[in-house]
């Protein structure tokens, strides 16, 4: 099980640093050609993970930076954490100090996971839809956008139906995973800053 938390956590951390860089209207094509991880961005998150069966919605805060090499993703209110992914692991600090830690030899989904995580920040439209059957949408204002991405791997998606992103024409505002069971996962993300 924490395994399986790992992973879903792994798959929706790393997705918002997905940036966009300089668009006017913005296309699919251009899209894909700019979702490339950017060397160093930092900010804020809020984190609303709603529960299908009883409709509750758990709310958390933090803030997150994120470089070529790591991301680390700190979770500060209402309970403390800590979320570092490097390439091949993840490791989580509970916060009572208790670490966990997955890494791509450990499990062959987080290593798809890995995969489709890199088709994603790669820019490469042919590679990104190796994994994902993508539908995008073009706000009528020329700069915002939404992508729905259903993962393609059967496995994958027996826990995870779609992702939705939604951004304009400089950054990701925020992306949601909807999960087999219908509960959802949506972070928005605030105060971004590129060094």
């Known amino acids: 099980?924490?395994?399986?938390?790992?992973?879903?956590?792994?798959?929706?951390?790393?997705?918002?640093?997905?940036?966009?860089k300089n668009?006017?209207?913005t296309t699919y094509e251009q899209a894909c050609r700019v979702m490339k991880a950017?060397?160093?961005?930092?900010?804020d998150f809020i984190q609303k993970r709603t529960i299908a069966a009883n409709g509750r919605t758990l709310k958390s805060s933090g803030v997150f930076t994120?470089?070529?090499?790591?991301?680390?993703?700190?979770?500060t209110k209402p309970i403390k954490n800590t979320v570092i992914i490097t390439q091949g692991k993840?490791?989580?600090t509970d916060s009572k100090g208790k670490l966990n830690s997955l890494d791509e030899t450990q499990n062959s989904m987080f290593e798809l996971s890995s995969k489709m995580i890199a088709s994603l920040l790669s820019g490469n439209r042919e590679e990104f839809e190796q994994y994902f059957e993508v539908?995008?949408?073009?706000?009528s204002?020329?700069?915002n956008w939404t992508m729905k991405l259903t993962p393609k791997d059967s496995t994958f998606s027996q826990g995870v139906s779609h992702i939705n992103l939604a951004g304009n024409s400089k950054v990701l505002n925020s992306i949601e995973t909807i999960?087999?069971?219908?509960?959802?996962i949506l972070y928005e993300f605030l105060n971004q800053r590129f060094n």
């Open 1 to 20: 099980m924490k395994k399986s938390v790992l992973l879903m956590l792994f798959f929706t951390l790393i997705s918002p640093f997905v940036a966009l």
């Open 38 to 43: 950017e060397k160093n961005i930092s900010g």
């Open 66 to 75: 994120a470089s070529s090499e790591k991301i680390i993703w700190e979770t």
């Open 135 to 139: 539908d995008f949408t073009n706000a």
């Open 141 to 143: 204002d020329g700069e």
């Open 23 to 25: 668009l006017s209207a």
């Open 90 to 92: 993840i490791t989580h």
């Open 179 to 184: 999960l087999r069971t219908k509960d959802s």
